[in-house]
């Protein structure tokens, strides 16, 4: 018997177990779609740097694709028509959402055709701003732009077309979200897809206005107490923007974006205007632009009459060229 020899322990050596490792095929992620982008996703976190899920990016990376199910149809509609779209993405951050929807339009769903359309990411920092432009220079995203504008400036902005097709803000807090619908409406946007977050402006003037309520209207008990003031303002906030969409000639859905247990702030407002519209629709369009009228008068919210009766079509007059 040689004296060098080692006894087995019937375990495998470190040099058995880094060879089996190698030898082992990468991991198939059996959720990711033919043609995406591995660099895009491990620039958004979904992917690990070696290229992995894990159970949160898992449950991240199936978030996205719900979402995008909404708006597929859309990009799908609007090119149906043989024009190219225009989307619109408000409160764009590190424009998350813009660069999956164009990986998973152009790369993966129409991959070598020639699908036309652009992504105009709108973001107040300009430090995000210049790193999506960086990102889509090295991915080869051509058809996005990234605008260092608020949503107002955007509204008047010339560096956007004077019609988009569609208009999305996720996440968009407060009063963000009003003004993506403005800008929308002025726009004359076909769709709007919108998922509020924090709204409180209504809240406020719910409060400021509660003990006069109290006295003149039983209803105000919904809102009597702080936390029900919170509540409530945010309830009936969506309630109002779902009403302006149809007061402008919308169509509106509104469902779960996903599940509550991943978040609270799970709202989805579909809107969707008619190319032409019927009598029925514009009996709706008018019976809306009522409701709207008497739902802030009943709740005591008149000041904000403004801020949910955008005038479209005066905006719209001053883009358009003579």
């Given at each position: 018997?040689?004296?060098?020899?080692?006894?087995?322990?019937?375990?495998?050596?470190?040099?058995?177990?880094?060879?089996?490792?190698?030898?082992r095929p990468a991991q198939v992620i059996e959720e990711l779609r033919p043609g995406q982008s591995i660099e895009l996703l491990k620039e958004l976190h979904i992917l690990t740097r070696e290229g992995k899920l894990n159970q949160d990016t898992r449950?991240?990376?199936?978030?996205?694709?719900?979402?995008?199910?909404?708006?597929?149809?859309?990009?799908?509609?609007?090119?149906?028509?043989?024009?190219?779209?225009?989307?619109?993405?408000?409160?764009?951050?590190?424009?998350?959402?813009?660069?999956?929807?164009?990986?998973?339009?152009?790369?993966?769903?129409?991959?070598?055709?020639?699908?036309?359309?652009?992504?105009?990411?709108?973001?107040?920092?300009?430090?995000?701003?210049?790193?999506?432009?960086?990102?889509?220079?090295?991915?080869?995203?051509?058809?996005?732009?990234?605008l260092n504008l608020s949503v107002q400036q955007a509204t008047l902005s010339a560096e956007l077309p004077p019609t988009v097709d569609i208009v999305t803000a996720l996440h968009a807090c407060d009063t963000a979200t009003d003004d993506a619908i403005?800008?929308?409406?002025?726009?004359?946007?076909?769709?709007?897809?919108?998922?509020?977050?924090?709204?409180?402006?209504?809240?406020?003037?719910?409060?400021?206005?509660?003990?006069?309520?109290?006295?003149?209207?039983?209803?105000?008990?919904?809102?009597?107490?702080?936390?029900?003031?919170?509540?409530?303002?945010?309830?009936?906030?969506?309630?109002?923007?779902?009403?302006?969409?149809?007061?402008?000639?919308?169509?509106?859905?509104?469902?779960?974006?996903?599940?509550?247990?991943?978040?609270?702030?799970?709202?989805?407002?579909?809107?969707?205007?008619?190319?032409?519209?019927?009598?029925?629709?514009?009996?709706?369009?008018?019976?809306?632009?009522?409701?709207?009228?008497?739902?802030?008068?009943?709740?005591?919210?008149?000041?904000?009459?403004?801020?949910?009766?955008?005038?479209?079509?005066?905006?719209?007059?001053?883009?358009?060229?003579?």
């Amino acid at each position: 018997m040689q004296k060098n020899s080692t006894p087995s322990t019937g375990k495998p050596t470190r040099k058995a177990l880094a060879a089996a490792q190698a030898a082992r095929p990468a991991q198939v992620i059996e959720e990711l779609r033919p043609g995406q982008s591995i660099e895009l996703l491990k620039e958004l976190h979904i992917l690990t740097r070696e290229g992995k899920l894990n159970q949160d990016t898992r449950r991240k990376l199936k978030q996205v694709y719900h979402l995008y199910q909404f708006i597929e149809p859309l990009l799908n509609e609007v090119c149906a028509a043989g024009q190219g779209f225009t989307l619109a993405d408000h409160g764009a951050g590190k424009s998350y959402l813009g660069f999956i929807l164009y990986d998973l339009f152009f790369n993966v769903a129409h991959p070598g055709d020639k699908a036309r359309g652009h992504i105009y990411g709108i973001e107040t920092r300009a430090e995000l701003v210049e790193k999506s432009r960086a990102l889509a220079a090295r991915l080869g995203f051509a058809n996005m732009s990234f605008l260092n504008l608020s949503v107002q400036q955007a509204t008047l902005s010339a560096e956007l077309p004077p019609t988009v097709d569609i208009v999305t803000a996720l996440h968009a807090c407060d009063t963000a979200t009003d003004d993506a619908i403005a800008f929308g409406l002025a726009r004359q946007a076909r769709h709007m897809v919108l998922v509020p977050c924090c709204q409180a402006e209504v809240a406020g003037v719910l409060k400021k206005s509660r003990v006069l309520n109290l006295n003149k209207n039983p209803l105000a008990e919904l809102w009597r107490h702080p936390l029900h003031t919170r509540e409530f303002g945010s309830q009936i906030t969506n309630v109002l923007r779902c009403l302006q969409l149809e007061a402008n000639g919308y169509h509106v859905t509104v469902t779960e974006l996903v599940g509550w247990e991943h978040s609270m702030k799970n709202e989805l407002i579909l809107a969707s205007r008619p190319a032409t519209p019927d009598a029925a629709s514009t009996a709706k369009t008018r019976a809306a632009q009522t409701r709207l009228q008497q739902v802030l008068a009943e709740l005591g919210l008149g000041e904000l009459t403004d801020r949910f009766a955008v005038a479209a079509s005066e905006i719209h007059q001053e883009l358009t060229p003579v």
